[in-house]
């Protein structure tokens, strides 16, 4: 009885709560062609009523629902970034990176102090460059990083860290040439 009961609730609560949600997954996306809140609440309730047989017996469906949606909408900002926000996105994050070497200033880092920056990074052996990119450019937490890899996130730690003072000990000496 348990999986006529979740189908029963899951559509009783979508039939309820629709225009709540439509507003949740706008409060958190802009709409592109990509990002859809409609297209959201529609994926997510395929999946829903597709397990609501095999599943567990929902308690809290509004947890449930509105956890299952949190995740979609982070997996579709993940996966479906827009190429210019790629770039305007990218160059906050070296601006991060560099701001972990020389701290926080009220002047903006020079088109040289970047250049010399990417040009750093991507010359780093590949398992340093990986974990740099991923962490600091896309985002991704150790966790996500170990599973997805089978590296242990210890490890994906220690590189980065060498990976950062690698970095750290080529931008010194270019900044000791260049001033």
């Known amino acids: 009885m348990s999986e006529t009961d979740n189908y029963n609730k899951l559509k009783s609560f979508f039939s309820k709560e629709y225009g709540l949600l439509k ?8 709409e592109s062609t990509d990002r859809d809140a409609e297209d959201i ?8 009523f597709s397990r609501a047989e095999t ?32 770039h305007d996105e990218n160059e906050v994050r070296l601006i991060e ?6 701290g ?15 040009n750093s990074v991507s010359n ?3 398992p ?29 730690m220690s590189r980065r860290h060498r990976a950062l003072s690698i970095l750290y000990k080529q931008l010194e000496k270019k900044k000791i040439f260049n001033n």
Do not use: C, W
Request: charged share 25%.
């Open 23 to 30: 507003s949740f997954v706008n409060s958190r996306i802009t």
């Open 55 to 86: 599943s567990l017996p929902i308690n809290n469906v509004g947890g449930f629902v509105y956890g299952s949606i949190r995740n979609k909408i982070i997996d579709t900002m993940r996966t479906k970034k827009q190429k210019n926000n790629i």
């Open 97 to 102: 990176l560099t701001e972990l070497f020389y």
């Open 128 to 156: 340093y460059r990986d974990i740099i990119v991923a962490v600091d450019f896309e985002g991704y937490s150790y966790k996500e990083i170990s599973s997805e890899t089978g590296i242990p996130e210890g490890t994906l």
């Open 41 to 48: 609440i529609q994926d997510v309730a395929l999946k829903l």
């Open 124 to 126: 780093l052996k590949p």
């Open 104 to 118: 926080k200033s009220d002047n903006s880092y020079s088109e040289k102090m970047k250049h010399e920056l990417r």
